[in-house]
């Protein structure tokens, strides 16, 4: 199991910008897929962001589509989520989960993922 930490979290107005990111512990984090979830208060985790072990093949939710991105850097066991245009209602706990992946797969379920961080908060104020 790959171990996950987030950070870059904290308060930011609406319209302005936020880049978290996701740091994994291993040498082999080039064969994991990643994905970002965020979960509000009184509300279920929900699916973000995914990438894939390369980078090269990315999905997105549709209620962040142009204007969140979500990239990689393997050489720094690192994914970034970068969030523009933020809207109050992207306040949540934002955690990055990690699962093996072959090829260029991508995953949108939390129950596809056994690898969780411990979350970061994000909260936008309008």
């Known amino acids: 199991q790959v171990q996950l930490v987030e950070s870059g979290g904290g308060l930011v107005q609406a319209g302005g910008s936020l880049r978290v990111s996701c740091t994994a512990s291993?040498?082999?984090?080039?064969?994991?897929?990643v994905d970002w979830f965020r979960q509000a208060p009184g509300k279920e985790r929900e699916f973000v962001a995914a990438?894939?072990?390369?980078?090269?093949?990315?999905a997105y939710a549709d209620s962040v589509k142009g204007r969140f991105t979500i990239s990689r850097d393997n050489a720094k066991n690192t994914v970034y989520l970068q969030m523009n245009s933020l809207k109050p209602e992207d306040t949540a706990v934002y955690y990055c989960?990690?699962?093996?992946?072959?090829?260029?797969?991508?995953?949108?379920?939390?129950?596809?993922?056994?690898?969780w961080g411990q979350g970061t908060q994000v909260t936008v104020a309008s």
């Open positions: 291993g040498r082999t984090f080039s064969i994991y897929a």
């Open positions: 990438v894939s072990q390369s980078g090269g093949n990315t």
């Open positions: 989960a990690a699962r093996v992946s072959p090829g260029n797969r991508l995953y949108t379920r939390v129950t596809d993922f056994g690898s």
